[in-house]
């Protein structure tokens, strides 16, 4: 371990939470010289001091026994440009606007690539009491459905989930037609369809 990186590293993020060495060294259980110590690179905490000192500082593990914490790109706010993130072990859903380190239940996740277009599930819209109505021919079993439908343009993001055993259906809000339309199916993953598609309303 560098234990100069990761002194400045528990010093900046130290600061970063308004704590005082006092104040952390007493939620760790430590003498305030011991984080004295630590911010002047003359010693690293104590292995069974890491997973405390991490969820102190708000900070990823891994990262701050290396001494690195490398910032995200600036987010350009472009929300079509995002990417879309499920967690493999709870099935959470997660996006981000831009180039990010995302991880959930301990795991680091990577952003969902898209499926070849040619196996996306059969889409029909309809415009129902101002509002679209969009249906897929697509299996909704526990162990194989559509779990959501995200609808994004570049300031925008509309979000459905769906829920096996129920209908392969949702309600959207009437669209602008610059935005992408994505599904998730759980077993063949996220599909993108051609934004022609939607012109069926009118």
Same mark, same amino acid.
């Given at each position: 371990?560098?234990?100069?990186?990761?002194?400045?590293?528990?010093?900046?993020?130290?600061?970063?939470?308004?704590?005082?060495?006092?104040?952390?060294?007493?939620?760790?259980?430590?003498?305030?010289?011991?984080?004295?110590?630590?911010?002047?690179?003359?010693?690293?905490?104590?292995?069974?001091?890491?997973?405390?000192?991490?969820?102190?500082?708000?900070?990823?593990?891994?990262?701050?026994?290396?001494?690195?914490?490398?910032?995200?790109?600036?987010?350009?706010?472009?929300?079509?440009?995002?990417?879309?993130?499920? +967690?493999? =072990?709870?099935?959470?859903? !997660?996006?981000?606007? &831009?180039?990010?380190? /995302?991880? *959930?239940?301990?795991?680091? @996740?990577?952003?969902?690539?898209?499926?070849?277009?040619?196996?996306?599930?059969?889409?029909?819209?309809?415009?129902?009491?101002?509002?679209?109505?969009?249906?897929?021919?697509?299996?909704?079993?526990?162990?194989?459905?559509?779990?959501?439908?995200?609808?994004?343009?570049?300031?925008?993001?509309?979000?459905?989930?769906?829920?096996?055993?129920?209908? +392969?259906? =949702?309600?959207?809000?009437? !669209?602008?037609?610059? &935005?992408?339309?994505? /599904?998730? *199916?759980?077993?063949?993953? @996220?599909?993108?369809?051609?934004?022609?598609?939607?012109?069926?309303?009118?």
């Amino acid at each position: 371990m560098d234990c100069e990186k990761i002194g400045k590293l528990i010093a900046s993020l130290r600061r970063e939470r308004n704590m005082t060495q006092r104040e952390l060294a007493d939620a760790l259980g430590v003498l305030p010289k011991t984080v004295s110590k630590w911010e002047c690179g003359s010693g690293c905490p104590d292995l069974a001091l890491w997973p405390a000192l991490s969820t102190l500082l708000g900070a990823d593990l891994a990262k701050m026994m290396a001494g690195e914490i490398t910032p995200n790109r600036p987010d350009a706010g472009a929300v079509h440009r995002g990417r879309l993130y499920v +967690c493999p =072990v709870c099935g959470n859903l !997660l996006f981000s606007t &831009g180039r990010a380190d /995302v991880s *959930c239940c301990g795991r680091t @996740l990577d952003p969902l690539p898209e499926s070849p277009r040619e196996q996306a599930p059969a889409m029909t819209v309809q415009e129902m009491d101002g509002e679209l109505y969009l249906t897929w021919d697509h299996p909704m079993r526990k162990d194989h459905y559509l779990a959501f439908v995200a609808y994004l343009t570049g300031d925008l993001l509309v979000l459905r989930r769906l829920y096996p055993e129920q209908d +392969c259906a =949702v309600r959207l809000p009437q !669209l602008p037609l610059r &935005g992408d339309l994505y /599904v998730y *199916c759980t077993r063949d993953g @996220l599909f993108r369809y051609p934004r022609p598609l939607l012109k069926s309303r009118q």
